[in-house]
């Protein structure tokens, strides 16, 4: 029998660019080095929904086969598994914990206070920051604990920094690129501040997936880009160290509402860049502003403009939040993020 098994969207096999799949890998290689690959198995719910009646099955099978079953469910799986797994455990009674990626799932139980019965009898459901926990706490599912988010990167050594000592200051954004990410804005703002200098101060690159719904916007975005402003494709998480570390700082301008705990903040701290960010959700209580980035209120014309120039002038400021970033990223480290579950299964 197997200590633990994980029902999620691993997408084996495939090329998948976002968060969800990006923590449940991140948890399963955590569990497969803590407990050894004999001791964890896992159950891939991507495209379920095409044969619900065999991911039934393959439920039935996984809490058969393990001690502890990890469900990590999208916002779409979760009125489905916790429910499934709790009907299928009669009579095994298997430890069923479940994970949750991002930040929403205390307006969904607000918005639908009849799932919170069934959330409620896990034995432990795993939230990413503690004001997470606390609404949860408040709605009346008090089997939630923190732990913190965990990402598949590596973080560089304090002696490979890299500091931006001239110009032109590189950015970046490393993101889903779509509109409420907040990529014109970097834009806008990037374009203003060299205007107003009559020299390129700053670069912009943009990283990431571009979303279906924002191509044909994107593209004609792109058909207008100054030399200074390029976009670079998608690169994968475990690879983002080594292509951030060269980067004065990161910009993440979001309005999504679907954010959550945001990956890529964890993802510029680990090769020691600074976040520039909305104080959207919960980005205030990931950055700490002014030692590892600078948050700034959402939806206030040329705020993110006026910090830009302000770190023209300074740049040192942003050269010296480098150490923190570094400092910060531990916390998120998959080893270390994942001892309070490793505790509820050992």
Known sequence: MYKVGICGHLGLGKDFADGQTDKTRAVYKALVKALGEENVTVLDTCGWKSNPAAMFLNCRKLLKSCENVIMMPSRNGFKVFPRVFELLNFGLNRKLHYVVVG?????????????????????????????MREALHRLGVKNAVY????????????????????????????????????????????????????????????????????????????????????????????????????????????????????????????AGI???????????????????????????????????????????????????CLERAEHFEADKAVETLLNELI
């Open 274 to 324: 600074p976040v520039i960010a909305t104080d959207w959700h919960f980005n205030s209580h990931i950055i700490r502003n002014g030692v590892d980035g600078l948050v700034y209120p959402p939806h206030k014309d040329g705020e993110l403009e006026r910090i830009l120039l302000e770190a023209a002038e300074n740049p040192q400021r942003l050269n010296s939040m480098k150490k923190a």
């Open 147 to 270: 732990m913190p988010n965990l990402r598949e990167t590596h973080s560089l050594a304090e002696n490979e920094l890299v500091y931006s000592e001239t110009e032109p200051y590189k950015l970046c954004t490393f993101s889903r690129i779509m509109l409420e990410k907040g990529i014109e804005d970097a834009v806008q703002a990037v374009r203003a501040v060299n205007s107003k200098y009559g020299r390129t101060v700053f670069s912009l690159d943009i990283y990431g997936k571009i979303d279906p719904d924002y191509t044909q916007r994107f593209n004609e975005l792109c058909g207008s880009f100054e030399p200074f402003i390029n976009y670079k494709g998608y690169i994968a998480s475990d690879r983002s160290t080594d292509e951030l570390k060269a980067y004065f700082a990161l910009l993440f301008p979001t309005v999504c509402e679907g954010e959550g705990f945001a990956g890529t903040i964890v993802d510029a701290f680990a």
């Open 103 to 131: 930040g929403w799932l205390a307006d969904r139980l607000e918005a639908d206070s009849s799932l919170i019965p069934s959330i409620s009898k896990l034995d432990r459901v795993y939230v990413e920051l503690e004001p």
